[in-house]
């Protein structure tokens, strides 16, 4: 789903949405062992929990990038 695609998404789906934005472009602070491996865990429970409600919620999964 593209970005412009998802205002149009959101005005017509009648279910919840829960979307999962993930924005680590900006790397000026490294990042530690540790907050990698929460970030990773809270993507598996975000997926476990979008399979296992799909039909009552919209999951929407954001994972903006740059190259700067």
Not at 16 to 21: C, E, F, H, Y
């Amino acid at each position: 789903t593209s970005a412009k695609e998802l205002p149009s998404i959101v005005a017509t789906v009648r279910k919840p949405i829960v979307k999962l934005a993930i924005n680590r472009h900006n790397n000026k602070y490294s990042y530690t062992s540790s907050s990698d491996e929460m970030l990773m865990k809270n993507m598996e429970l975000f997926d476990k929990l979008s399979i296992r409600l799909n039909n009552r919620i919209l999951f929407i999964k954001d994972v903006t990038s740059s190259e700067e």
